[in-house]
């Protein structure tokens, strides 16, 4: 008795499955896209695009999006449509069982932005160049200068900084001389700081922290005007701003 109850319910199970996915697609079949939802993961870090742009943007390019069947949106158009924005690094679109198409995205995240003769632009976390945008600017270091062949030393720095809290706090600017020598400028003190050619830059740094941290009293930081990195197993602080 016990296994033809065992059969029976067993064969209960295989019927009701197949029975509920039926329903389920029958179901899906008939639901329509009710409302489009953007959800910009990163918002806190970066604000290039919010979700209303988003949308505003899908809802132009896919008229008519509202009230289609989910099972006939073209879910690829759509995400390539969203990933070719210069601001979004990638994203994901997929639909709900209630008829939401939802779009989840991540922005570029910039590293510093180069000023160079007449135009302005960021640097990307993978080193790819991106647009300014009219509604947001970017809490970055600025690079300027003689900057033609030194992309590869600016990023390798600007990682460093941005992976650091302390210099990225501390350092605000970077500008490269002609003659290819860094020169820092930080957003707190009236002095600048010779980084020298991009060369032992940790051993530089470590020796500017220690000159920070243990070095000159508040007060004497007033009383100079260059700090010379560029030598090597050297910090030299100069009263004349000449460098």
């Excluded at 390019?61 to 690094?89: D, M, Q, T, W, Y």
């Excluded at 632009?121 to 003689?146: C, K, Q, W």
Aim: proline share 4%; net charge neutral; aromatic share 10%.
């Amino acid at each position: 008795m016990k296994r033809v109850k065992k059969i029976l319910l067993w064969s209960l199970l295989l019927l009701y499955f197949p029975v509920m996915l039926g329903l389920v697609g029958s179901h899906h079949h008939e639901v329509v896209c009710s409302e489009v939802e953007v959800n910009v993961l990163d918002s806190m870090q970066t604000r290039f695009v919010n979700h209303e742009m988003i949308r505003n943007a899908v809802l132009m390019k896919f008229e008519g999006i509202l009230g289609e069947p989910v099972n006939s949106l073209k879910l690829n158009e759509i995400e390539a449509f969203v990933g070719k924005h210069p601001a979004v690094r990638n994203c994901e679109v997929y639909n709900t069982i209630e008829g939401r198409l939802k779009i989840d995205l991540l922005q570029h995240y910039p590293l510093f932005r180069v000023f160079e003769d007449n135009r302005s632009y960021y640097i990307d976390e993978d080193g790819n160049e991106m647009p300014l945008f009219d509604h947001f600017t970017a809490r970055v270091m600025v690079v300027s200068g003689a900057i033609d062949g030194q992309m590869e030393h600016l990023i390798y720095i600007a990682r460093i900084f941005r992976n650091d809290p302390f210099w990225s706090a501390q350092m605000e600017q970077l500008y490269i001389k002609q003659n290819g020598d860094y020169v820092l400028v930080p957003r707190v003190g009236d002095h600048l700081i010779l980084l020298g050619p991009p060369e032992r830059i940790e051993e530089k740094l470590r020796n500017l922290r220690a000159l920070y941290k243990q070095g000159l009293s508040p007060r004497e930081w007033n009383n100079y005007q260059v700090i010379n990195l560029k030598y090597k197993g050297q910090v030299l602080c100069s009263k004349n701003r000449n460098i």
